[in-house]
């Protein structure tokens, strides 16, 4: 028995038709505002401050290990609904959201690691859903496209205090963006251009000391129709650190748009 702690994102879905396809046996922990698994039977709809509820269920049902998939978004902490665990625990809950949502879901893994339960990785039923090196368009990167990745990978890895950041966008070598606590999209809205199409990339590599088993940089169409929007040329991830959804339909409107996607 997995316990598949999912949030807000399509991935837990493509993560769940491969658990039923297989025919694992599973429980869901629903942790989404707006009880997304609600229909399935499977499903529990807990509260993020209900850690007695959450490891109560985990362990009645003997999971003795997670998955996590999804965003946990930072809750309201004056309305949430709290157990007695969650009493214990919500001060360190507290101090992790400072530091972006996936820093609450490593403040959860502690919890349960310490309740003797084992996180896996998010991509443990779905390897298929992470690139390897190589180019995946007709449109490969120019030397300028090259120079612009460039840049950007080397600003991400300089970004000690940005613990939040996985994403970066550079234009003609000059870096237009930054990617905060509002995530991709809302960087994304920052560096659309009347002046340039077709002009600069967007990189999208694991945060520094991530755990690799969750919070992966996740790409799908909805990311490169804002892409396009932004007038970028490409996007840029990283060997096998990476969740890329709707693969056929991506690779089908870089092309159709001249844009490129490069894992590095």
């Known amino acids: 028995m997995i316990g598949l702690i999912f949030g807000k994102t399509n991935f837990p879905k493509e993560i769940l038709k491969k658990v039923k396809r297989r025919k694992a046996r599973y429980l869901i922990i629903d942790l989404t505002k707006r009880r997304t698994f609600r229909k399935d039977k499977h499903s529990h709809s807990v509260s993020v401050g209900q850690f007695g509820k959450i490891i109560k269920i985990l362990k009645e049902n003997k999971c ?90 080397k600003t991400l890895n300089r970004l000690g205090k940005y613990t ?39 990189v999208k590599f694991p945060k520094k000391k991530q755990d690799l088993r969750i919070d992966l940089p996740t790409v799908g169409l909805k990311t490169l129709t804002q892409c396009k929007l932004a007038g970028l040329k490409g996007i840029v991830l990283k060997d096998k650190q990476n969740i890329f959804l709707e693969r056929k339909k991506c690779i089908t409107f870089t092309n159709k748009n001249k844009m490129f996607i490069t894992v590095k």
């Open 64 to 153: 003795k290990k997670v998955l996590f998939a999804g965003r946990v978004e930072k809750p309201n902490f004056s309305k949430l609904r709290l157990d007695l665990k969650g009493i214990y625990y919500i001060p360190r809950i507290i101090k992790s959201s400072k530091l972006g949502d996936a820093a609450i879901l490593k403040e959860i893994i502690k919890i349960l690691s310490q309740e003797k339960i084992r996180t896996v990785s998010s991509l443990t039923f779905n390897p298929e859903l992470t690139l390897k090196k190589g180019n995946y368009s007709r449109t490969k990167p120019n030397k300028e496209d090259k120079a612009d990745i460039n840049k950007a990978i």
């Open 164 to 202: 939040f950041s996985q994403g970066v966008v550079v234009r003609n070598k000059k870096v237009v963006a930054i990617e905060g606590k509002g995530g991709t999209q809302k960087m994304l809205k920052r560096c659309k251009s009347k002046k340039f199409r077709n002009k600069g990339v967007l």
